[in-house]
């Protein structure tokens, strides 16, 4: 199974979903709050971020806090 890692990514223009679509697959965004969440395997998120913030629609690029130990959701139903 493939480790995979979700990232953050602000725009400018809506017209960056199709650039970001490139670099891995795109489960959410809106135009109104001008944010994508990309999901990527985990051993390409440095190498993407970089390319992601060469991109001139991309303002910012950050981690996902949903797979941080500290936000995770533990759900013990009884």
Known sequence: MVDRK????YFRNPKAIK??????????????GKYAIL???KED?????EDLMRLKLVRKVE???FEND???LEFDVK
Request: hydrophobic share 30%; glycine share 4%; net charge positive.
């Open 19 to 32: 650039q970001m679509a490139e670099f891995g697959e795109i489960k959410y965004y809106t135009k109104k």
């Open 45 to 49: 998120q440095s190498k993407v971020t």
């Open 63 to 65: 981690e996902s806090l």
């Open 39 to 41: 999901y990527l395997n």
């Open 70 to 72: 500290e936000y995770k």
């Open 6 to 9: 979700s990232l953050v990514v």
